[in-house]
């Protein structure tokens, strides 16, 4: 998924509906919709083309009813969590367009009926967005083999409703299309050579095959060469890739910058209770989706912007000011000195503190020396790059056999986590001594730390009476 840097409107806050946004994100809202477009689509082709009696189609009019009320629905309910009505037009023109002749005001022609058919574009968007799986099976293509197929179906449906509804004639025995069967293979044939022999009678029909002719084109364009390459590139970038807009984000974690450690860092989000649910936007310019896709583990909330993260114009399109967290990397590219790289760092980190002082940031830098900079500027984390590892590979060779340790404390996946925990009110007053016992019976933690509520955390403080807002640093299992 890949964005492009274009402005945000100041001044603009986001309707907060975050109980509506987790249900209208939620993979089980998302089937229902494509279950019901489906359904419509078919009713579409059944009222048209299927011998049926009047008491079944008032039957399917009345489904028809039913499904308009769930449609329209499902609209206003994205109408509420889109930051504006112009974003939410600008993504959802279609499927308004797809649902208005379901109403009865609405139904004011044969034209407005086809409009229907455009349900079938938003099938392939909900689709695609549950479909990560079959993406990587096709190495990464199956968004464009999906493209192709969705709209050349598109059109050999909208095409055989189409002729089917203009030009079917039976009083005219040397017309070439007498029922909906002669319709389709008109529509299909046209769709593949561009050659309709027999020309249409009706203005509606020409108008119906000038369509076909387009979408033939349309089709056969993207077959080829460097324009198909862009054409799928275009859809697969825009159309079909729309599960995170950098407008719609809100309490979502920012990576800046590009390295090997990028996928870690996803990984270990996704896995872990408190961030699993967060979009996660990673702002670089030379980051890669598919690059990403073989070991990240879900790719299905992770969007790329591609802009320089030391610009204040792609945090803010980030939308830094409603972000939780961000973790600025050093990002290696250029042949950049590690000076060069820890100078973006800072650069970066100082923008986000001024834009979002609430944000908490962890950095990643070469030079110590520069910590301390970062600390006064409000920056939570720094981390220096190799100092861990190295202070890792010493204990490992004084004291060997402990690396499974660290291994399972560090990743949430599985064994057990750091987290934080509130002090049990029955425990305040009490010695930490005294505690480790009790809670470990209780709740199955292990205490290993306490952070007051004004100070930095203090590992192991034997002898120290708890107040009521200290936290305690314990290993849990996950």
């Known amino acids: 998924m890949i964005f492009k840097a274009n402005p945000i409107p100041d001044g603009v806050e986001r309707r907060k509906f975050p109980l509506i946004r987790k249900l209208v994100d939620n993979p089980l ?9 489906i359904l419509s689509v078919i009713i579409i082709l059944v009222d048209l083309f299927a011998p049926i009696s009047d008491k079944t189609k008032l039957e399917l009019e009345f489904i028809n009813e039913i499904l308009s009320v769930f449609l329209i629905f499902e609209l206003f309910l994205r109408w509420l969590v889109s930051r504006t009505t ?17 109403l009865r005001v609405f139904r004011l022609g044969r034209f407005v009926q086809l409009l229907r058919l455009v349900r079938i574009f938003g099938l392939g968007t909900a689709l695609q967005r549950r479909m ?47 029922t909906p069967t002669d319709a389709f293979w008109k529509a299909w044939f046209t769709l593949l050579t561009g050659d309709y022999a027999d020309y249409p009678v009706t203005i509606g029909g020409k108008i119906i095959f000038s369509l076909i002719l387009l979408f033939g084109m349309g089709v056969f364009a993207m077959l080829t060469g460097t324009f198909s390459a862009i054409m799928i590139e275009k859809l697969k970038e825009g159309a079909m890739l729309k599960t995170t807009n950098p407008e719609d984000l809100n309490g979502h974690v920012i990576i800046c910058g590009y390295s090997a450690k990028t996928a870690i860092v996803i990984n270990e989000l996704r896995v872990d209770n408190l961030f699993k649910d967060c979009e996660v936007l990673l702002i670089s310019e030379i980051a890669s989706i598919d690059d990403l896709r073989p070991s990240v583990l879900n790719t299905d909330k992770l969007g790329i912007l591609k802009a320089d993260f030391t610009q204040i114009e792609a945090l803010k399109q980030a939308a830094i000011e409603r972000a939780r967290a961000a973790v600025i990397l050093s990002e290696s590219a250029n042949n950049r000195s590690t000076y060069d790289i820890d100078a973006r760092t800072i650069l970066a980190a100082l923008t986000i503190e001024r834009l979002n002082p609430s944000i908490h940031t962890c950095v990643e830098i070469y030079h110590a020396e520069y910590s301390s900079h970062l600390k006064s500027a409000g920056v939570e984390d720094v981390v220096i790059q190799g100092e ?18 660290f291994n399972d404390l560090l990743s949430n996946s599985a064994g057990n986590a750091l987290e934080f925990a509130p002090l049990p009110s029955e425990f305040t007053g009490r010695n930490y001594g005294e505690i480790l016992s009790p ?3 209780k709740y199955g933690w292990t205490v290993v730390g306490v952070m007051p509520h004004d100070a930095s955390l203090i590992v192991n403080p034997l002898g120290r009476c708890l107040l009521c807002d200290d936290k305690l640093l314990i290993i849990k299992p996950v």
């Open 132 to 178: 990560t799986v079959f993406s990587r099976l096709f190495e990464g293509r199956f968004i464009e083999y999906f493209t192709l197929g969705s709209f050349m179906l598109f059109a050999l449906i909208f095409g055989t409703v189409g002729l089917a509804q203009f030009e079917i004639m039976h009083d005219i025995p040397e017309h070439p299309i007498k």
């Open 86 to 102: 112009k974003s939410f037009l600008s993504n959802h023109w279609i499927d308004i367009l797809a649902v208005l002749p379901l």
């Open 29 to 37: 809202f998302g089937i229902v919709i494509i279950g019901v477009i």
């Open 388 to 405: 861990y590892s190295g202070r890792l590979l010493a204990r490992l060779t004084m004291r060997q056999g402990i690396l499974p340790f």
């Open 439 to 441: 809670l470990h019976i």
